[in-house]
Every structure is written in C-alpha cells, then in structure tokens.
C-alpha cells in the first residue's frame, strides 16, 4: 500500500476515485480550517509577548516561559504557513486540471456533435446540393423575370393611330389658344381725348438757324 494509502485509507480494488470537485472541495475547508489555526496561534503570540513585557526583570522566570510559549506558536504558525502554501498550490493545480478536463470533454461533445451532423454528407452530396441550389436560383430569377415584363393583357393599339390622334389633340390645343389671343372682347378701349402735340424738332431747328441770320444781317 502506498503512503497515501496507508495515511488516507484505500477505496479497495473497487474502491471509486473521489471526483475533482469533491477533493477541490476538501482542501477548501482544510485551508479554512488551518486558516483559522492561524488567527488563534497569532493572537497567542500577542498575549505571551505581552506577559513577557509585563513581567520582565521583576519575575525573570515567568517572563522566560512566556517568551518559550510564543517560540512555539511562531514555529507552529510557520508550519502551518507552510502547509497552506502546499494546500493551495495543489488545490489551484486540481482546479486547472478539472477545467482542462471539462473544456476536453465539451470538446469532444461538439465534437460528437459535429461527427453526427456531416454524418450524412460528403464532398458529392455537397457540390450535387450547390449545383442544385444554384439551378433554383436561376429558374427563380426567370420567373422574376418574366413576372415583371409588360404585358398587354389583351389591349391591342395600332401605335401610329394613337400617335395620329395625339397630334389632332394637339393642333385643336393649339388653334384655340391663337383664337384666343386675336380676339378684341378683352382689349382695353382706346381714350378719347387727344394728347398734346409735340412740335417737330426739325421746325424748332428751322427757326433757331432763321434766327442766326437776322443777328448776323443786323451786325454788318
């Protein structure tokens, strides 16, 4: 049997592992337990320096035997520092290894997963299933096609006749709007008073030139 066996006990040849979880779990409360050894060791300590500082020279031997007592607790308190340090290196080296056990095991899960789902499928059926996918795009696309195209419906229209009749329209359009314009219904009427004649310029320069020549007869 080995040392752990003859330390912890053997399950026996059918004896069951204990589970990640539960040993992680187990070293959880020896920390806590030994974490609270730690406080009771530490405070022990306090109190032995304080009788040790209290009697002093006056009662040597009592002092003595309290500084003896917090030796002990030091050394205990190391221990136990010690042990702790062993405990959670191996408890955070149990936790890595369960969560590398656990991604391994989700892993090969979807692994499963995937196996079972190209379970039925192979690079053949994949390109047959492309091909047909494109097909049925493409007979889609002319059916669009084909839906969108305009159609008639039974409305059969000579395109010169209606061309001939447009341009009828127009010159009926036309001809109005000049008859409406060379109408005289509208137009306003003509004032009855006469405006003021404007002499002729050239009467005006007529006598000022008859002018020059009477001044330059009367000079001479």
Known sequence: MSLFGKIFGSGGKGGKAP???????????????????????????????????????????????????KKRYEKQLAQIDGTLSTIEFQREALENANTNTEVLKNMGFAAKAMKAAHENMDIDKVDDLMAEIT???????????????????????????????????????????????GGTENLPSVPSTSLPSKPAKKKVEEDEDEMADLEAWAAN
């Open 135 to 181: 097909e049925q795009q493409e007979v889609a696309q002319e059916i669009s096609d084909v839906i969108s195209r305009p159609v008639g419906f039974g409305e059969d229209f000579d395109e010169d006749e209606l061309m001939a009749e447009l341009e009828e329209l127009e010159q009926e359009e036309l001809d109005k709007n000049l008859l409406e314009i």
């Open 19 to 69: 589970t990640p979880q539960e040993a992680i779990q187990r070293l959880r409360e020896t920390e806590e337990m030994l974490a609270k050894k730690q406080d009771f060791l530490e405070k022990k300590i306090e109190q032995e320096l304080v009788t040790a500082k209290k009697n002093g020279t006056k009662n040597k031997r009592a002092a003595l035997q309290a500084l003896k007592r």
